[in-house]
């Protein structure tokens, strides 16, 4: 899959997402990280990217033409007016659902904005999916971005071993992850739970199945309302809630 970043921090985004599980899936041909540096595209004789905002106001807006074709030698090289997402406080709010959704695309492009916004015009011409990544506010587009593309990325077949895709789930059935332990057994005067240690898997798999629970519950009561649980775990902890 290829992730096409519209930026005027190239740097930022090219280091961080080629560090790690990404660097090495990048390495391996699975995903493609491509940073363009929207001031390469610009016309002006100052390599200026922004301007003041007609209406008055604090701060600049990124002005279209650099934006606009920046993104247009993306089309070109692709072929097609691919999905292109605008990263910004006022977009849809990200969830694990939409991360998969984008992994179906071939290619995905992604639009950071920084100063005071983007001209709207150019939003109208491109954006195809306007996203937040929670309510509240950053400096810039930059790392939306790639929160984004690690979580998309992730879904991609071939980033993760087998081993790492284990975590895969964590947020499947709307549970969270149960707590994990390595040695030594005893650290700080605090002991593994014995459980872990009984080589027992089915009691193993039961006890982590109820951590999950009890910890959705505790930590997220929102995400606890539509977990997937079975008739008789329902029975069992519904009236455990506060
Ligand atoms: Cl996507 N951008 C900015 N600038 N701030 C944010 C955000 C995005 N999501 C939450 N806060």
Redesign the pocket.
């Known amino acids: 899959m290829d992730f096409y970043i519209l930026t005027l921090f190239p740097d930022m985004v090219e280091q961080a997402l080629h560090t790690s599980i990404l660097g090495r899936a990048a390495q391996n041909g699975c995903i493609a990280i491509h940073a363009v540096n929207i001031r390469d595209y610009t016309l002006d004789k100052h390599k200026k990217v922004d301007d003041y905002p007609y209406g008055g106001g604090a701060g600049m807006v990124m002005q279209a033409q650099p934006v606009y074709d920046a993104w247009k030698s993306v089309a070109e090289t692709l072929g097609y007016r691919p999905r292109t997402v605008y990263?910004?406080?006022q977009?849809t709010v990200f969830h694990q659902a939409a991360a998969k959704q984008f992994a179906k695309e071939e290619a995905l492009v992604l639009l950071c904005?920084h100063y005071e916004g983007v001209d709207e015009r150019v939003l109208e011409e491109i954006v195809t999916d306007h996203?937040?990544?929670?309510?509240?506010?950053?400096?810039?587009?930059e790392?939306?971005?790639m929160v984004l593309v690690d979580a998309v990325a992730r879904m991609v077949p071939g980033v993760l071993t087998n081993a790492e895709s284990g975590q895969a789930e964590s947020l499947e059935g709307n549970l969270l992850e149960y707590p994990q332990y390595s040695r030594p057994e005893e650290w700080n005067g605090k002991k593994v739970p014995q459980i872990l240690l009984s080589g027992d898997h089915a009691k193993v798999d039961a006890w982590r199945r109820e951590q999950s629970i009890l910890r959705t519950m505790q930590r997220r009561p929102d995400l606890f309302e539509k977990a997937e649980l079975t008739q008789k775990e329902r029975e069992q902890y519904q009236c455990r809630l506060p």
């Open positions: 990263l910004t406080p977009g904005g996203v937040s990544i929670g309510d509240y506010v950053l400096t810039g587009g790392l939306p971005a």
